[in-house]
């Protein structure tokens, strides 16, 4: 991960006495507790395999979003997103259908009366309603149901969003939310064959691809 982009998100989740004038501080102490939000997001799927890059897939999807501000200047949220096409050009055992991704950690920044900057840092999980696995009759070849050897499953691989936001306050009830991250995921178990000796070996990947979105909400 991107070193200056981790001290960067420490930086601003140290103490406001650090980052703000003290005053800065005493005037957001009226900063709503709870906010409440729809979004709209672009994200690119990048496949472990390394297929994505063959067929290029970028889904826009509708999404929710919860805050609740510990200070003025951290909080808790959650975040939930569905991309709804049905991908069908290409799958493999990690990616395919719809998906959903939910992400789940903090937000540290700065804020002032019409705007915040912040720092996010946000695990989470990608699930794929149409990966495909080898299937298999007891052990002994493909199921006579299934010719083609292969079933369309959900897979779900961990997920991390490391990024940026800015907003925009209208009315101290309202707020308008820009995202921009990178959106890390975990594939597990990936074979490859190891050169020149033949052998197979596991090996687990993570993948890197942008992530926008833009929202609106109610603070209260």
Known sequence: MNRRLIFVIALLSISPSII???????????????????????????????????????EVGVGGRFDYNLKPYLALEAELNFFPRDFRKFTTNFTGGRMIEGLFGVKAGIRRKRFGVFGKFRPGFESSSGAEIAHFLNGNGPDPRNPFGFERVRATQLALDV??????????????????????????GIQFIQFPQGIPILETIYTHKAQFSVGFGFRF
């Open 163 to 188: 990024g940026g936001v800015f907003e925009w306050y209208p009315t101290r009830r309202t707020i308008v939310r820009f995202d921009a991250g990178d959106t890390i995921v975990r594939y597990p």
């Open 20 to 58: 703000l004038p003290a005053g800065g501080v005493r005037a957001q102490s009226d900063t709503p507790k709870r906010e409440v939000g729809v979004l709209f997001s672009v994200l690119g799927i990048n496949d472990a395999n390394g297929l994505s890059d063959l067929f290029p897939r970028t």
